[in-house]
């Protein structure tokens, strides 16, 4: 019987903490990671607001005037933006996350893409008309 010589396998050394800014397409996965800090703040000041309303109308009152201040306003506006890439982003990967399949086919990744932002688009608006915000 004959054995075979032992042969160390290749190991690539990888950084630890920094591993993700070797490659563009990890730094922006580590993007899309970090946007859920600001979906998760953006969801405690949800359930804030939620209290306040639980809790009366001046709470409420008091809860809206402290959103007016220089640093909320700030958070919301990187929470807007931060979003937006997010589902922007997500948007673009849709087509290899849940490719469509007709037949022998796919479905283009284009019409899958303008699918999600349409339906985004009339959801939006169906919600601003909720809110008052658009008046028919």
Do not use: N
Not at 103 to 122: K, M, R, T
Request: charged share 15%; glycine share 6%.
């Amino acid at each position: 019987m004959t054995t075979k010589p032992y042969v160390k396998p290749y190991v690539r050394e990888v950084p630890r903490t920094t591993w993700y800014l070797a490659r563009r397409r990890d730094r922006i996965h580590m993007a899309q990671e970090l946007t859920s800090l600001f979906i998760g703040i953006y969801a405690l000041l949800l359930l804030c607001a939620l209290r306040a309303v639980a809790d009366g109308p001046e709470a409420y009152q008091v809860f809206v005037a402290s959103l007016g201040s220089p640093l909320m306003r700030g958070l919301l506006w990187i929470t807007l933006a931060v979003t937006l890439f997010h589902t922007v982003s997500w948007f673009q990967v849709t087509p290899k996350a849940m490719p469509v399949q007709i037949g022998e086919d796919f479905l283009p990744a284009a019409i899958i893409v303008g699918g999600h932002y349409a339906v985004w688009i009339v959801l939006s608006l169906f919600i601003l008309f909720l809110a008052g915000v658009l008046h028919g």
